[in-house]
């Protein structure tokens, strides 16, 4: 069946750091790839997508690309802000199947710091 | 414009009781989902509703968990005989059309259930 790992946190940086969250999935076919954010006391919200090999999702300084060979789907930001303080879940969906359900990872709590 | 609502925020309960849990999907929206996050399972697929069917019941953890969809829009889960195991928070998604594997999901703020 499908599945996504996510590293592990929580990850703990300083304003301005470098971040990256390692994702890796297990699918058949050729899933669509999403990473959700949540913020302390909100609801998920989805943070970027990529439907395609080699597709490059970006928002809010955030960005993913879509590895296929790899199968990879790893969250950089260049620059953090105590704002991005949040549980991050990356999250494939299989287009062949009924639906469009969602298999998450586990999630990784970033805390930054000012 | 209004997003997915759910209701009630949180809920405690004491084990063997019933409870229902709404879903208020976006207008317009036909494809529905239920999911749950808890501390030991992560976030899990319960139902996906289309319409006021469910072609993919396939993450309802027992016979106890049953869910309805009415008008296409609002949706009822209901666990029944409670168990301290069904603890967790209980979130609501809906999206456009549900096809494709590209349809953006959008999710309520969840509903807390507590089972004592």
């Known amino acids: 069946g499908n599945s996504v790992t996510q590293m592990e946190g929580p990850v703990t940086l300083s304003e301005e750091a470098f971040l990256t969250i390692n994702c890796t999935y297990t699918a058949t076919g050729y899933p669509s790839l999403f990473w959700y954010v949540q913020y302390p006391g909100e609801g998920l919200q989805l943070l970027l997508k990529?439907?395609?090999?080699?597709d490059k999702g970006s928002n809010k300084g955030f960005e993913a690309t879509y590895r296929k060979e790899t199968t990879s789907f790893h969250l950089e930001k260049g620059s953090v802000q105590v704002s991005d303080s949040a549980v991050y879940f990356c999250a494939l969906s299989d287009p062949t199947a009924a639906g469009n359900k969602l298999t998450f990872g586990g999630g990784t709590r970033v805390l930054v710091k000012p | 414009g209004a997003g997915v609502s759910q209701s009630p925020s949180n809920k405690v309960t004491e084990k063997g009781k019933d409870v229902e849990l709404r879903c208020d999907p976006i207008s317009g929206h036909t494809a529905l989902y239920w999911y749950r996050q808890s501390l030991g399972q992560g976030l899990e697929f319960l139902i996906y509703?289309?319409?006021?069917?469910?072609?993919?019941k396939s993450g309802l953890p027992s016979d106890r968990f049953s869910a309805e969809r009415t008008g296409g829009s609002v949706s009822t889960l209901t666990i029944q005989r409670t168990q301290q195991e069904d603890s967790a928070v209980y979130l609501c998604a809906s999206s456009l059309s549900g096809g494709g594997g590209t349809d953006t999901q959008y999710f309520g703020p969840g509903t807390r259930l507590t089972v004592l």
């Open positions: 990529a439907t395609k090999a080699d």
């Open positions: 509703f289309q319409g006021n069917s469910a072609p993919d």
